[in-house]
T-cell receptor, first 109, second 117 residues
């Protein structure tokens, strides 16, 4: 199946720092979606990207759909404690979503 | 109330037992999905359905079966559970032709934690 390489696998940052994570694929996707998962919960959609080159913001979150349609990044500015969790990228193609393996974000007090 | 609900939320069972996980949605979406989540492997698609009675295999369908008898309900069955099916299971829905701009933005349930001993 299609594979998404998501990096980094984990991040340890201090509150207030900015965060950046990305996903790359060997295949072209029509849509990129970024989800966040809190412990014991299902993934929640953060940002959806529908066009190559699109840059979209949702509060402190900014995501971009790469020009080649094979990559996307997510930035979080001025991190706060509730940003802790696992972030998943996903790409939509061939009528299916493919998920990355996740980036676990931990905020150090 | 939650738009996508899953029952049970937790289940412990023994090898060889038949297990059914239920998913219900009030979003009115046509498409429903079952995923499995294992540590370090992300989410993997088991089965998906685009409409009532429509069933499609995903990436890891072996050992599982599904039923979509109504638009709002999609059930996942393990006919004879085995320990390596211990995982978190998520149901999701999407509306390809709705206001989500004609693409597959999926909304997830809270998950079912299944342990097979």
């Amino acid at each position: 199946g299609q594979q998404l390489n998501q990096s980094p696998q984990s991040m340890f940052i201090q509150e207030g720092e900015d965060v950046s994570m990305n996903c790359t694929s060997s295949s072209i996707f029509n849509t990129w979606l970024w989800y966040k998962q809190d412990p014991g919960e299902g993934p929640v959609l953060l940002i959806a990207l529908y066009k190559a080159g699109e840059l979209t913001s949702n509060g402190r979150l900014t995501a971009q759909f790469g020009i080649t349609r094979k990559d996307s990044f997510l930035n979080i500015s001025a991190s706060i404690p509730s940003d802790v969790g696992i972030y998943f990228c996903s790409g939509f193609g061939n009528e299916k979503l493919t998920f990355g393996t996740g980036t676990r974000l931990t905020i150090i007090p | 109330d939650a738009d996508v609900t899953q029952t049970p939320r937790n289940r412990i069972t023994k090898t060889g037992k038949r297990i059914m996980l239920e998913c219900s949605q009030t979003k009115g979406h046509d498409r429903m999905y079952w995923y499995r989540q294992d540590p370090g492997l992300g989410l993997r698609l088991i089965y998906y359905s685009f409409d009532v009675k429509d069933i499609n295999k995903g990436e890891i369908s072996d050992g599982y079966s599904v039923s979509r008898q109504a638009q709002a309900k999609f059930s996942l069955s393990l006919e004879s559970a085995i320990p390596n099916q211990t995982a978190l299971y998520f149901c999701a829905t999407s509306d390809l032709y709705g206001r989500d701009k004609g693409t597959d933005t999926q909304y997830f349930g809270p998950g079912t934690r299944l342990t097979v001993l």
